[in-house]
């Protein structure tokens, strides 16, 4: 973390000569791209039909060591009134464009929550947007973000990776979403005295579905919307959290800035 943002005075320095070496390496290293981005809907009508009731059910059927169900009826009461809360809203979340907020009203208090020095922010990255010839392989839980590796200094992960402050920060290279849930639990219950915050990456549809989990936890953070080839049907999201992912997913551009922005504040926030 930090490697490349630590070698330069200023934010502006080093994400200059990250995107030069960028632009040389897609020439010398080219890697697959997705051409044209597909204009497909974030969730297929279909799908949409009894969403909360799916992703209850997905939750529930994979969940093999019991973690959710544990964590659940850890506090019954407290849970189950935060669940029906989320349940009675429209949707889990305020949306503003790719950005989907959770237990915030926009970036603003986002922003406040990221400057607070008793917060930690937990980062992930969904693994569909691993470029495809990623050292660490794409349905992994690692990142290498090797700073000499041809791939990682064109990957938009690497880049993130290497401008994040290390202090109170966790990067997560995500698989399922049981590993991101179980990491955020974890946190919330490892770190008493700080708040836990989130930016995580994801398709709509898993934007969606698991947004009234995160309202249960209480835990306020950020999800980001990918787009590409993204999962828009139950099919394709459950062979994608098995591993089975044949196409590309991608953070739009103005959303990258956004993102990075993010980081940016955090990290001049000097917690
Ligand atoms: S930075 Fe991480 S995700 Fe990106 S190519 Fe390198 S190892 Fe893979």
């Known amino acids: 973390m930090s490697a490349h943002w630590d070698k330069h005075n200023t934010w502006e320095d080093a994400e200059k000569s990250w995107d030069v070496r960028s632009s040389e390496l897609e020439q010398s290293h080219p890697i697959r791209q997705l051409v044209k981005i597909p204009k497909l809907p974030g969730i297929r009508p279909k ?3 009894h969403l909360r009731w799916k992703a209850m059910n997905y939750l529930a059927k994979y969940d093999e060591e019991k973690f959710f169900i544990k964590y659940f009826f850890s506090n019954p009461i407290k849970h189950g009134f935060n669940l029906i809360r989320s349940y009675l809203t429209p949707l889990p ?3 503003d464009d790719d950005f989907f907020f959770y237990g915030l009203k926009n970036e603003q208090e986002f922003r406040d929550m990221l400057a607070k020095k008793n917060s930690k ?3 992930g990255f969904s693994y569909c947007h691993k470029p495809f010839e990623c050292p660490s392989g794409r349905f992994t839980q690692e990142c290498a973000h090797e700073t000499d590796n041809p791939v990682c200094g064109q990957c938009f992960i690497g880049k993130c990776v290497h401008s994040l402050p290390t202090k109170q920060v966790l990067p997560v290279f995500i698989t399922t ?3 991101i849930g179980e990491v955020i639990v974890k946190e919330v219950k490892k770190h008493p005295k700080l708040e836990i915050t989130y930016i ?5 549809m898993t934007l969606q579905m698991f947004g009234d989990w995160a309202n249960m936890m209480n835990v306020r953070g950020l999800g980001v919307r990918l787009d590409g080839q993204i999962c828009n049907t139950m099919k394709a999201f459950v062979a ?3 591993g089975i992912k044949p196409g590309m997913a991608v953070v739009l551009d103005n959303t990258k800035t956004r993102i990075l922005d993010l980081i940016k504040f955090r990290r001049e926030a000097n917690i």
Request: aromatic content about 4%; charged content about 25%.
């Open 121 to 123: 922010l937990v980062i």
């Open 240 to 242: 994608s959290e098995h």
């Open 200 to 204: 995580i990456t994801a398709c709509e």
């Open 47 to 49: 799908t949409k039909k």
């Open 93 to 95: 979340f305020t949306r």
């Open 177 to 179: 979403v049981h590993q």
